[in-house]
């Protein structure tokens, strides 16, 4: 297997907080990946690593089996799309596109056609005469990422770039920039702390906690066989549950399932209806147990203060904090 770029056991720290930690990671030739993690998580961190503008205290950073550790920025021919779209505000939309075009040397002519050809693609060719100070959130977005894609980079980093789009138009980018991904066959690493994101977007989901990547996967696979008790806490619309309780004859002090791995009936484990919410699949029912919030997924809607059984149809079972079995279908 030939890998677009390896990370390898990279390290960072600022002051004495450790914000990479020996961080490992692998993506394949036209992959999407995206990296999913909470605020503060080390996202922007990372690209700005892999990009070149951060040093590294540690690790190595292989592009098509070329070691880029110690190149410059602009030896990587790696585009990043910043979370802030960084466009400069005193260019038209044309200028700012050419930009990256006219650093390397480009000709006049080159760069015309390139900047047409990338506007039209990304359907801003109206717009290349505009300052960008006028343009709206979904306008500057396409500039940005104009600007990664005219050049023809390696690699393209994207920095949580819909993150400032308000929820209509930030969909309709999203099902626009898989296509495009998919028509160019770009290798996208893409961060962001958004699940719906990663659940749209990403081939493999990459999962950042405590600085390193703790599981990786599709997005299906981290939702259904989530390999410690933290991704299945943080993936999921609703987290899963987690139990003290342990399964005679079985390993483990933990056990987890998803709201819907349940079964209502007339035995098993009983508890009171706190709140009763109607979903496109049913009824959820938050309840707690032993201090802990428990959310269920059942058929029936229930009265709150009402009390119900549920039995577990499937469940995982953790010890140490890592799953250790699956059980049940
Ligand atoms: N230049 C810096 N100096 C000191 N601390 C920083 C710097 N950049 C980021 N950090 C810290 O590193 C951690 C990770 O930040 P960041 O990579 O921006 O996270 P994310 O993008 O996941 O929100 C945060 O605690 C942040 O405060
Ligand atoms: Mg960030």
Redesign the pocket.
Known sequence: MTYKLQLQELEKK??S?S?LNRLSLDVEEGEFMVVL??????????L?TVVGI?PLDGGKIVVDGEDVTRLPPHKRNIAMVFQNYALYPNMNVYKNIAFPLKMIGESRDVIDKKVNEIAGTLKIADALHQNVTTLSGGQKQRVALARALVRNPKLFLL??PLSNLDARVRYDARQELRKLQQELGHTFIY?T?DQTEAQSLADRVAV?HNGSVEQIGPYDDLYERPETTWVGSFIGEYPMNIIDGSVIGREGSQIGFRPSWVNEGNDGIQLTVQLCQAAESGFFIMSTMDGKSITIRVQKRHKIGSTMKFSLRRYNVYTDNRLVEEFGK
């Open positions: 600022f002051g907080k914000v993690g909470p605020s503060g998580m080390g996202k922007s961190t990372l700005r951060e920095d949580e961060v702390h950042l």
